[in-house]
């Protein structure tokens, strides 16, 4: 790997509980990811896939060990990185242009660029033909897609997602999992991806870390060499290659394993 963008050295997050009790979420966590990857954090529930994504956000502090941008450590949130959530986070009484430019607008983004970049990335999640809609007027997956665009727009350098599909149904999904690959390809952006599906995090990571149950643990970190360093932009035709089908089977076997020490 050339240098990392994200390093994660020991990473270590402790939660006070209350008289006396802590509970050790995530234990010495370490992995690097390189520039431009899609790196998914996959596991059993609550192995600390979030908090692991909530320290890397900034959102909280590790209790040990360090994460570090670029090789400067991580302390609270930046504008380098950009988180989308699965609830849909957009502003209901702005239009999806407006919504895509608030975050520019805040930082003093001049209009006219801010206008161009927010049809840049409109267009690239598909929803040119909507830019003037509100997002109560759009289906569950065009308005992730409008908090995409929005995240995007901001210019991070990690786009950070915590389940962003997990609300919306099968279709929507598979089309909401090839749009991030085009996404990756012409945003050139890195991404981190929480997931509990295995499918999933087989067809978007370039990496895949497989957290142990509660304390999360790396269990393994997974580079599907089948996938031969490309990416594919259509399910079908990926679900076919040689390699999928027994990769699938050695997640399932890990995540059964894990699974059944909860
Ligand atoms: N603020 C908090 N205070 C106390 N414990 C917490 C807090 N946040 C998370 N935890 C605990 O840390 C552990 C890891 O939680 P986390 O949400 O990171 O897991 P996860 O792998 O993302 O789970 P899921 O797939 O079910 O969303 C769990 O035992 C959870 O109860």
Redesign the pocket.
């Known amino acids: 790997m050339t240098d990392p963008v994200l390093r994660l050295n020991a990473v270590s ?1 402790e ?3 209350g008289r006396g009790r802590r ?1 050790t ?2 234990d010495k966590v370490s992995f690097d990811m390189g520039p431009n990857e899609i790196c998914v ?1 996959l ?12 320290m890397i956000a900034g959102l ?1 502090d590790p209790t040990g060990g360090q994460i570090l941008l670029n090789g400067h450590e991580v302390h609270g949130p930046g504008q380098d990185r950009g988180m989308v959530f699965q609830a849909y986070t957009s502003f209901d009484w702005q239009t999806v242009r407006r919504n895509v430019e608030f975050g520019m607008k805040i930082n003093g983004v001049p209009a006219r660029e801010r206008r161009e970049k927010a049809e840049h990335f409109i267009r690239l999640v598909g929803l040119s033909k909507f830019i003037d809609a509100y997002p109560t007027q759009l289906s569950g997956g065009m308005r992730q897609r409008v908090a995409i665009a929005r995240t995007l727009a901001n210019g991070p350098e990690l786009l950070l997602m ?2 962003p599909f997990g609300a919306l149904d099968a279709e929507t999904r598979w089309h909401m999992q090839e749009l991030m690959i085009d996404v990756a390809e012409e945003a050139n952006t890195g991404m981190v991806i ?1 997931t ?1 599906d295995i499918e999933e995090a087989i067809f978007l990571a370039d990496r895949i870390i497989f ?1 142990s149950a ?3 643990r790396v269990k393994e970190e997974i580079v599907p060499a089948f996938k031969q360093g490309k990416r594919y932009d259509d399910k079908e035709q990926f679900v076919q290659l040689p390699g999928y089908a027994d990769l699938e089977r050695k997640i399932m076997r890990l995540m059964r394993e894990e699974g059944a020490k909860e």
């Open positions: 997050k939660f006070d509980l509970l979420a995530v954090l596991g059993p529930s609550g192995c600390g896939k979030s908090t692991v994504l909530r909280e915590d389940e929480v509990h957290l509660h304390p999360g």
